[in-house]
């Protein structure tokens, strides 16, 4: 089966600007979580969406937004990038009875 | 609340040696439970899913145990080579549709 995909790979923008991250889940899972790593810390819960609903959301700023379409697959805006937005952005899919799968990864550098 | 609670946080071990990576979680009802290697800048990659009814599950020097009546999994790196440097996640799915509570990691560190 096909994984996770996320787009792009690498994304650089300028402090300021706005963020667009993709996300397509696995097959007929219906459940996108988003995480935030920065380099060499451990991940940060950012949001999960399942249904097409926002279920709960980490403890980041108003900034960070989402949505997740019919497909099931999933956006992360960010808005008004600040330097420290720098991270490895990791998206996973989930339907019960088999787990979690996360994809590659965004890089996004803010520059 | 569903909760993963893994450890150490950290752990440094030199080559060749044996290493156990722990974790707790409180997720109910169980479903599933999966443990991952992540290498620096990288996704994470399944090593091995542990369903209710599995005690042991082996992926090579990888060697995952699941208690269900403690809540509790192991990980146990036999041999450590230095490409196992990286972070390990334990994520744990009920049996509510795409649910998963995901821990923090181990990140290990073996040295030559």
């Known amino acids: 089966e096909a994984g996770v995909t996320q787009s792009p790979t690498h994304l650089i923008k300028t402090r300021g600007q706005q963020a667009t991250l993709r996300c397509s889940p696995i097959?007929?899972?219906?459940?996108v979580y988003w995480y935030q790593q920065a380099l060499g810390l451990a991940l940060q819960f950012l949001l999960w969406?399942?249904?097409?609903?926002e279920r709960n959301r980490g403890n980041f700023p108003p900034r960070f937004s989402g949505r997740q379409f019919p497909n099931y697959s999933s956006e992360l805006n960010v808005n008004a990038l600040e330097l420290e937005d720098s991270a490895l952005y990791l998206c996973?899919?989930?339907?019960w009875g088999r787990g979690a799968f996360f994809g590659q990864g965004t890089r996004l550098t803010v520059v | 609340k569903n909760q993963v609670e893994q450890s150490p946080q950290s752990l440094i071990i030199l080559e060749g040696k044996n290493c156990t990576l722990q974790?707790?979680?409180?997720?109910?009802?169980?479903?599933?439970l999966r443990w991952y290697k992540q290498d620096t800048g990288r996704g994470p990659v399944s090593l091995t899913i542990?369903?209710?009814?599995?005690n042991t599950k082996s992926n090579g020097r990888y060697t995952a145990t699941l208690d269900a009546d403690t809540k509790q999994s192991s990980l146990h790196i036999t041999a450590s080579q230095l490409s196992d440097s990286a972070s390990y996640i334990c994520?744990?799915?009920?049996?509510?549709?795409?649910?998963?509570?995901f821990g923090d990691g181990t990140t290990l560190t073996v040295k030559p």
């Open positions: 994520v744990v799915s009920d049996t509510n549709a795409g649910k998963s509570t």
């Open positions: 542990m369903t209710f009814s599995e």
């Open positions: 974790c707790n979680y409180t997720v109910s009802p169980f479903s599933n």
């Open positions: 969406y399942d249904e097409g609903e």
């Open positions: 097959s007929g899972h219906t459940s």
């Open positions: 996973a899919s989930s339907w």
